[in-house]
């Protein structure tokens, strides 16, 4: 670790006292694990050798596949079935008859039985024929050595539907019996399955009529059957992720509940649930349990984000048996494959894996059965291990892909992938409890300083990750204390080749310290006629006139006063503090506070309040739609977040047309603000600083770029920007356009004149995007002073300059002792 002064980690001390709200909030149980930063690969660290096997279900190849799924129907130890499912083109384009056409004709049913021990495909078939011409097939399922259809059909004169079960030979095809399934709590009903300590264990959820939430296990074992229901009077529960056996016909029951997980010790034999003493099980992380298979004496093995553990019941703990990043393969599939079977030293997944393809083609997936073996040695030895953190492990396909790459080319140095902070980082937001824009915000905003004291303090100790991705969020980390300039790794990089502007709106005082390797364009999108006089956003009195004459009163920024505030002074933040300065004094700040003052409610609208049907909304096209959204055929505004060019277009339809997007309300009219899609920075503490400075080159290879701006990602790379955004108009211009556009989103009448693109709308996105000058990377413990100190004065209690005095003397302590 760098040396830093003992002033730097004493104040950082500090700091975590004086602010309460940003103090870690540990459960007892849980104990963070070490970094493996800096490590040295030995010969004997985990690695996982792997083999792939391919199953491709039979096809009818005289058709074109419009779109095509895998699913795992089950497993037992002598096959593995697998449900394909889809369409095939229907033929006529605009001028189908749908009147003439049996949808059974075009669609794709089809069976494919594995073979565990041979691994081969050893019967094929298909099912098409027992889907009901007014129904469809709900699931398949393979359990007891059958394979079992389950088809919900309407009756055409009256509507009412009945559910068919149709059951077939795995081995033959031969369909064996037909039946309607009904009564509570049947086999193909069952939410999630559980087999364990001799007992089947079904799950299904469930509403009292308050519309409270709870969960009933159907558990079953010789015929005979018992119901355990749990529930509670004061919260929802929604899920059940592990049962695990504690003694003979015992287990206990995770249960998914707002905000903080229970745990319910059930008697198999009675159906009998006691919830289990506060404490007894915090040190399993129920949020983080994607799948389990049990193995050898019901040893429960789970998925997560980040790879595969064991529940060590007897020691209490959990215990990671396979890193995604201990293989070859694809971490994005192995995140998102079933887990088969599972042992310490071999592991059996499955899943589908899609291709890649431009926007508007055909998305193809394979079906792939994977084995990972534990190997006698690691490949890697000697290689110095460079941990890269991402919340729940989440890491974009592409971006994982650069990850192998780096990991097969580098001599000296290994990517793995952790987070260390999943069961530390504070409190679990209850979103159960949100109804509003500035609700959400201040849980967000609560959330955030949480996890950038936890990351600051570990990074000051020489025990934070290499590389934090996605981390932008955390302003407070925007120091050289905690976070590597990454300017000489990006380079002096060409305008006319790159987006320069994205990178110098990320830069504080000149520093890049967090790179949006992708990015969103957030802002007010309306017509080019409202814009202010700089032509890419508004000023204060600017909005005001389009706030009371375009909107009509009604603001399409959807925070309260001290929210909005806060929205404000993020996008304008280099006019308050600037190279550890922190000033409040000068007229930005006043003039953003008055705006806010005499413009703005204290309070944000509900979600459920009756009267929020708004003539323009607050929401983020293809990324977050908030409840209380509506369509109006005089929308003339949005406030919203665009991650492509895709959503830049679908904002122009629902807004009849209307091309500009335009900055909050600031003192200069600056333009709209970017927020981080993919974001990369490294600790300033980091052993291997220079080695993560070549990955990030690798993100900025042109390869990387293009495959990234090929998912309708906005990039840094304005080549592959415009290759594809050339695929975008194409697609809009036909496929797209006819299912997006050529219905108005208010009346749900066919357009008079269908929306179509060119070369120019691209063109004109692409100033919006060059009009960008700053990144939103909001530091959380500064706004949280704003939210406590501004009310004063918005409700009139304080000057100004009272306000002014208080907060900012708060937040100069609060920089200066961050070092």
Partial sequence: MKKLSCKVITCALVAAMVLPVVACNKKSGQEKAKSPAGKKISADSPWFEDSMIKVKPELDLKKETDSIQHNIAGVDENYMVIHSSGSYKIPGGDNINWQAIDLRDYAINTISVFDRNSGKIVSTFDITSELPKNGYIEKVTYKDGKVTAVATEYDEATYIGKRVSSIYDPATGKLTDKKESSGEGGGEEYDRTFETAGYTIGLKSAWDDS???????????????????????????????????????????????????????????????????????????????YSVVYGADDTVYYTSGTGIFKLDIKNK?????????????????????????????????????????AMGKTTESDFFVVTLNRAAKNPHAGKTIIELYSAGGYVEENIGNAISKFNESSSTHFIEVHDRYKDVNGDIIDYSKISSDDEMQQADLNFNAKMSNELAMDILNGEGPDILLNCSNYGQLNNSNYLADLSKYVGTLDSDKYFTNIVDAAKIDGKLYQLPICYMVSGIFTDAKYAGKSGVGFTTAEYQKFLNDALNGKDVINYGQ?????????????????????????????????????????????????????????YAVGVTAFKGDSADQNQVAAYTTCYGLSGYFYQMGSLNGASGFFGIPSTDGRGPTLESYVSVAVSAQSKSIDACGEFIKMLMSDDIQESLASTDTLVLSRKAFRAAAKETVEYFNGEGGRMFFSYDPATGQ??????????????????????????????????????????????????????????????QKVISERG
Avoid: H
């Fill in 750 to 811: 066919p357009r008079d004149n269908a929306l179509k693109f060119s070369e120019k709308n691209v063109d004109d996105f692409e100033k919006i995007l060059l009009s960008i000058s700053r990144m939103n990377s909001a530091d959380a413990a500064i706004n949280l002073i704003l939210i406590e100190e501004m009310p004063a004065y918005f409700t009139g209690q304080k000057s100004l300059d009272a306000v002014i005095k208080i907060a900012q003397d708060r937040a």
């Fill in 317 to 357: 703990k959990t215990v990671e048996i396979f890193n995604y990043s201990w293989c070859s393969v694809s971490r994005s599939f192995l995140s998102g494959a079933l887990m088969v079977e599972c042992s310490d030293d071999k592991l059996v997944l499955c899943g589908e894996k899609f291709s890649q393809v």
């Fill in 562 to 618: 001290a929210m909005y505030f806060t929205k404000l002074f993020t996008a304008m933040s280099d006019k308050f503090i600037t190279d550890g300065k922190v000033d409040f004094s000068g007229p930005e700040f006043a003039e953003l506070a008055d705006f806010v003052k005499n413009n703005v409610p204290e309070k944000a609208r509900s979600w459920y309040d009756q009267n929020n049907t708004d003539n323009g909304v607050s």
């Fill in 211 to 289: 519309g409270k939430s709870y969960v009933k296990l159907f558990i079953s074992k010789g015929g005979e059957s018992v119901v355990a229901t749990l529930k509670s009077n004061d919260r929802n529960y929604y899920d059940v992720p592990v049962v695990f056996k504690t003694a003979d016909n015992k287990v206990v029951a995770a249960v998914g509940a707002d905000k903080e997980p229970v745990f319910y010790e059930v008697d198999l034999q009675t159906g009998n649930a006691t919830e289990a003493p506060a404490g007894s099980y915090d040190w399993i992380s129920v949020y983080d349990i």
